[in-house]
C-alpha cells in the first residue's frame, strides 16, 4: 500500500492563478480531510469528506473548493490564488472518523504564492 | 470552543537525556487523545492514542500518560535520539465528531 500520496510535493503560483492539489489513498478509507499549515501554527482543517460525494467545510474553507467523486481521491482546488494561502498543505484519511482511528496523512505540499 | 495547548514551544536537549512534552486541553465530551510525531518536510504519525480509562501507555521509549480528570496529558522520551528531533503534535477527539482538534505541536531538536 502506498498510504496517501499528495501531487506535486512543491509549487510556484503567482497571485490570481488557479491550481489543483492533488490526494489519493489506497486503504479504502472513507473519511479524507485537508489541512493547511502554517509556521508555529497547528493543523488547519480546511474541508473533509465522509465518502464519495459527499464534503464540508472546516475551519478555514474560504478560497478552496473540493470534490469526491470517487473513495479514492479528494482533491483540493485553489481559485484566484492569493499570498494569505502560502502553506504547507497536508491531506489524511481515516477508516471510520470515529476519532479513535487515527489519521494517515501524505507527505505534504509546499505552495507559495507570489 | 475546544481547545489544545502544548507546552514548551520548542525544547533543545542532548542525546541521551530524557525530556517530557506537555498537552492541555479543554475538549468536551472527551473522547481520545492521540500523539503524533511529525518529521521535518514530512506528515504526522501517531505515535500512541489513550482513552479515557487509561492513564499510561508506553511504545518504546516514548511513554504517554493521561489525567482525564485535570485533562493532561504528558509525552515522556526516555534516552533520547537524534531521530527524535520532530515536532510532537497532541491531537484530541470529541465525542461523536469527525474533527479532532489539533495543538500547535513541540518543537523537539535533539543535539549530539
Known amino acids: 500500500n502506498a498510504g496517501v500520496t499528495q501531487t506535486p510535493k512543491f509549487r510556484i503560483l503567482k497571485i490570481g492563478q488557479s491550481m489543483t492539489l492533488q490526494c489519493a489513498q489506497d486503504?479504502?478509507?472513507?473519511?479524507m480531510y485537508w489541512y493547511r499549515q502554517d509556521p508555529g501554527m497547528g493543523l488547519k482543517l480546511i474541508y473533509y469528506s465522509v465518502g464519495a460525494g459527499i464534503t464540508d467545510k472546516g475551519e478555514v474553507p474560504n478560497g478552496y473548493n473540493v470534490s469526491r467523486s470517487t473513495t479514492e481521491d479528494f482533491p483540493l482546488r485553489l481559485e484566484l490564488a492569493a499570498p494569505s494561502q502560502t502553506s504547507v498543505y497536508f491531506c489524511?484519511?481515516?477508516?471510520?472518523?470515529?476519532?479513535?482511528?487515527?489519521?494517515?496523512f501524505g507527505s505534504g505540499t509546499q505552495l507559495s504564492v507570489l | 470552543k475546544n481547545q489544545v495547548e502544548q507546552s514548551p514551544q520548542s525544547l533543545i536537549i542532548l542525546e541521551g537525556k530524557n525530556c517530557t512534552l506537555q498537552c492541555n486541553y479543554t475538549v468536551s465530551p472527551f473522547s481520545n487523545l492521540r500523539w503524533y510525531k511529525q518529521d521535518t518536510g514530512r506528515g504526522p504519525v501517531s505515535l500512541t492514542i489513550?482513552?479515557?480509562?487509561?492513564n499510561t501507555k508506553s511504545n518504546g521509549r516514548y511513554t504517554a500518560t493521561l489525567d482525564a480528570d485535570t485533562k493532561q496529558s504528558s509525552l515522556h522520551i526516555t534516552a533520547s535520539q537524534l531521530s527524535d528531533s520532530a515536532s510532537y503534535i497532541c491531537?484530541?477527539?470529541?465525542?461523536?465528531?469527525?474533527?479532532?482538534?489539533f495543538g500547535r505541536g513541540t518543537s523537539l531538536i535533539v543535539h549530539p
Open positions: 489524511a484519511s481515516s477508516y471510520s472518523g470515529t476519532g479513535s482511528e487515527k489519521l494517515f
Open positions: 486503504m479504502n478509507h472513507n473519511y
Open positions: 489513550m482513552t479515557f480509562s487509561e
Open positions: 491531537v484530541v477527539s470529541e465525542g461523536g465528531s469527525y474533527i479532532p482538534t
